[in-house]
């Protein structure tokens, strides 16, 4: 078994802070994460849709974060699945790492996945969310579709919509569901946060230039094809597309926390359940601490100063020294924090989908993708007496295909909360077992 001082899960914005934090200071790390590359979400591709001045000042850190993270003597596993742990010790699989790593302390930095209500039609091909487009022009310089239509809530349109059209492509049009009031809330707090205005603008001026019809739209979107998207219902309009990218913002991931034994807290607009977590992102178990969307919904700049906070805390805990800058810098590392939390909490709000997907529901939809569970059938469950997500996952199989219910999870939450009568507080996530993720028999064989 490999022995390191500090083990982190997840190399994006908050693990590599992380990383280049405690390893700056001497300490022995290990930095795992299933992707090929380190970087996450936003730091591994921002490829040539993102010119320099469509990335932020958080993505500039991070990347210069990532080059130092490569001059460093952290240990690095790629495609590294951590699929377990028991305390602070992780099982892991992956081509080049041992297959268990015993940590003095551990950060969990595992990030969040995007959300989208189900609605009609939306798990035909030709529909994806805005993350998965953005990749695909990111990584692969291809486009989406021929007609894009790009929908739902938030800056990950703006930023779609700009990359789309930066790459000569077609954007039909921009169904905005949040409300204009919503962003009225954000306004005590964008005097600063100046970056984040100068970016919107910039997105703003590409869409502007190219007249793409901007319209702020509340109704249920309803995707139609035959064998794939042809057409999307919108209110009175429908468009004639073959791809329609949609997306209501993030879910954080919380299942290694949960396995961990943690305590969560309902958190509605930093994502719903989060780990109850200190300033110094202590999680209550002993020397595990949480980092980045995984501890709450904020964004790539929150998950930097978190990732930080985080190494700290932990060098702290290990026995590190830290020098009087050091102090100051905690102290400033905290209220920048309190700041981006704000920010997140306007964000998620204004990205919240409109409860009429949830209300306006079909019998054919379906709510589970990896077993084709429809909404229909979970009526029915909630009518024989069903209150939970794991009364939904013995009765029907939802949550217990290859996404493990990190899908279907929170639509199921909200259903749950919509139609059976309670609070969202009430409803508590899927039980999680290892593996958290699917790894290959044979590695299980191994763990014993
Ligand atoms: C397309 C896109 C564009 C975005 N643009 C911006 C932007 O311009 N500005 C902004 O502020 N935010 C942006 N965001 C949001 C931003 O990406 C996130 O806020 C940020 O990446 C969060 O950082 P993180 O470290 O918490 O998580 P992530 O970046 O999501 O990193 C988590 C990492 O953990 C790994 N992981 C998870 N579970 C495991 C496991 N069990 N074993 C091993 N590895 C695991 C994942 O592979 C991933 O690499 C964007 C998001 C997307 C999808």
Known sequence: ???????????????????????????RVALIDEAPTPGGQVLTNPGTSRPHDARGQAIERGQTLLAELGRLPVELYRETIAWALEGTCLALSGPESPSEIEAAALIIATGGREYVPPFPGWTLPGVMTLGGAQRLIDKHGVLPGRSILIAGAGP????????????????LAILDASRPADWARALPLI????????????????????????????????ARGDGYL????????????????????????????????????????LGGWIPAIDEHMRTDQPAIYAAGECSGVGGAAKALLEGELAALAAGTGLGVRLEAHDEDR??????????????????????????????????????????????????????????????????LRVGQGMCQGRTCGPVLQQVLAQKAGQTREQILPFHVRPPVKPVELGKLQEAG
Request: hydrophobic share 45%; charged share 25%; proline share 3%.
């Open 1 to 27: 078994m490999r022995r390191v001082d500090l083990a982190i899960v997840g190399a994006g914005p908050a693990g590599v802070a992380a990383a280049v934090t405690a390893a700056r200071r001497g300490l």
């Open 156 to 171: 990950l349109m703006w930023a779609l919509a700009a990359s789309v059209l930066e790459n000569d492509g077609e954007v």
């Open 191 to 222: 005097g600063t946060l100046q970056d984040r205005l100068r970016l919107a603008w910039r997105y703003f001026k590409v869409m502007r230039g190219s007249r793409t019809p901007y319209l702020f739209a509340r109704g249920v979107l309803q």
């Open 230 to 269: 042809e057409a999307v219902l919108a209110g009175e309009r429908t468009y004639t597309a073959d791809s329609l990218c949609v997306g209501f913002g993030f879910r954080p991931n919380i299942e290694l926390l949960q396995l961990a034994g943690c305590g969560f807290v309902f958190e509605r607009w």
């Open 330 to 395: 905690l102290e400033w590392l905290k209220r920048r924090r309190q700041r981006e939390i704000r920010f997140a909490r306007v964000l998620n709000h204004a990205c919240r989908p409109p409860r009429a997907y949830t209300d306006d529901l079909v019998d054919e939809t379906i709510l589970c993708r990896c077993e084709s569970v429809r909404y229909g059938q979970v009526e029915q469950a909630l009518q024989h007496g069903a209150t939970s997500l794991d009364g939904l996952k013995n009765e």
